[in-house]
């Protein structure tokens, strides 16, 4: 690795505190507190050798850019928002290419995320425990230093939905499934347990989801696939009689019913779905409506958040009683990219994506080597940010695509 080992396990760490660490800075956009952290770090990295970027990454930028083109012609007011946008998820690029700057650091790499994941594991189980012993109190004491963290909304139907050091459960799904896939493929029986039993006691619906992929992806070809698909479909239908899930998917599935059906829907009816399941349709609806003003190229990178209450507004009935959604990102991946990069920006990100894992696939490298492993691990942790997670300008995403750039291309830094 290129930076201080210290520096990089301390940031891999970071990643996961969102409100500790990633402190806005109100500089007229959004400016978080570690980019500051982060630049120094790049600056010590500049001053000892001559240093640039990926060719790929440096092209993922520039598709970024141009694609928000379209949006900033129809609304110039988000140049402002695109900006933030791209300077930060340049930082977080720049800062991660540190770490993986080619084939040969993917290993070192793999192994700093899983001790990082490790912890974090950790604290989640022991956030089980001292609610178990203690109660709700007991755990907002234990981890008080989390912002923004309202452990009272984690009791649901019986069940205490561990977070850890975490900002809430489902992140769980985000950030351990990956780790998860990279302790199957290297055989990691003391990790995969551990893993496996912090994700148990979350209660999460995502971090169930996020383990089943994690196991259908890690494994090879053949009947031991068809045999592992079986057994996660069979546990999936286990799953959806505990009521911690169920109370969720029931709504999702009715109100996904009556969008159907051109049914009108209610804000305060949505509303006491409650939580995620709430903010998923919600957002789903903006989405949609906005897909029909601007469906070829989208709003412009970042513009949900511009256009939310707007939108918001338009799709729900009594939507000025809603108090509390997610109004960022639209709260899933999928939903993002079809509302700020449109059909045509969504479309080349997936046939791009999937037509580097099918030529990475088609070399046959070994099943235990660092670039098989970095591309299911990234694959996984895709697959569930675009059921649940938006977060572009975020390390772990950066972490992931420029893990699966680097593992996928022959090209060298761009000098």
Known sequence: ????????????????????????????????????????????????????????????????????????????????????????????????????DSKR???????????????????VIIDQVVFLVGGLDASQMVFSFVP??????????GFYRAAGILYEPSQAGIVLAPSLVFALIRKQTPRVLLLLFSIVVTFSTLAYIGALLALIISKKGGIKTFLTVIFVIILFQFLLFLPFISDRLSP????????????????????????????????????????????????GLGSFRVYYHELLDKVLIGASELIGFYNKGGGSLLLRMLFELGFVGTIIIFVTYIKRLIKILKLKLDRNSPEIAWVSASTCFFMVSLLRKDAIVSLYFWIFLVGFTVATSKRKAFN
Request: with cysteine; hydrophobic share 55%.
């Open 1 to 100: 690795m290129k930076v201080n080992k210290l520096l990089c396990g301390l940031l891999m760490m970071g990643m996961f505190l969102d409100g500790f660490l990633w402190t806005d800075v109100f500089l007229g956009f959004d400016f978080r507190g570690v980019y500051v952290v982060l630049l120094i770090a790049i600056a010590i990295e500049a001053t000892r050798s001559h240093y640039s970027l990926h060719r790929d990454i440096l092209i993922i930028f520039s598709f970024l850019l141009l694609s928000s083109i379209p949006g900033i012609i129809n609304n110039t007011s988000i140049i402002i928002v695109v900006v933030s946008q791209l300077l930060g998820s340049f930082i977080f690029a720049w800062f991660v290419y540190l770490i993986i």
């Open 252 to 299: 999702l599935l009715k109100f996904s019913t009556l969008l159907f059906y051109g049914n009108n829907l209610y804000a305060t009816e949505i509303q006491a779905a409650g939580g995620s399941v709430a903010t998923l349709i919600a957002n789903a609806m903006i989405t949609i409506e906005g897909i029909r003003a601007q469906p070829l190229f989208g709003h």
């Open 105 to 123: 650091n993917l290993e070192s790499a793999m192994r700093l995320y899983q001790k990082a994941t490790s912890i974090i594991a950790v604290t």
């Open 148 to 157: 923004a963290r309202s452990i009272e909304n984690y009791y649901e139907s």
